[in-house]
């Protein structure tokens, strides 16, 4: 019998599928950060910002699709975890937004965009792995 994690990456497998090509499901952020910055060269506070929002964009996107397909396997089996996944998950939102503004206040105004790209790529990461996709 398939343990839970096998099915739930089989389905999220399928999903991911369905949205890109097999090579597109892990998208590498940091690279497309990294991109972007080499392109836009010289880097200034314009070049952070805007490369910072389209590889938070990309992460954001995943973190999307991640959350829906985890949160429809828990539900399938368990009413109140995925009452707790959808919890964590508002808290983390919480605590990205607060964070990053306190980052930003306090270090510049690069870190009001790069903040939430790490934290973004981050939470993808952290989703890929909960998913045993990674």
């Not at 999903?15 to 991109?35: C, G, K, P, Q, V």
């Not at 964009?57 to 995943?62: G, H, I, L, P, Q």
């Not at 539900?75 to 707790?84: E, F, I, P, R």
């Amino acid at each position: 019998m398939p343990t839970p994690s096998k099915v739930l990456a089989s389905l999220l497998f399928l999903t991911l599928s369905f949205y890109a090509n097999a090579e597109d499901s892990l998208i590498d952020h940091y690279a497309i950060y990294s991109t972007c910055v080499d392109e836009q060269a010289p880097i200034n506070n314009n070049v952070v910002h805007g490369c910072a929002e389209l590889a938070s964009d990309s992460a954001k996107k995943e973190i999307t699709l991640l959350y829906r397909t985890i949160y429809k396997y828990i539900s399938a089996s368990s009413t109140d975890d995925a009452l707790k996944f959808e919890k964590t998950q508002q808290a983390w939102i919480a605590y990205r937004d607060s964070h990053c503004e306190l980052s930003g206040s306090y270090i510049g105004s690069p870190m009001y965009s790069y903040c939430p790209m790490m934290l973004n790529i981050s939470r993808a990461i952290e989703l890929r792995e909960l998913a045993g996709y990674q």
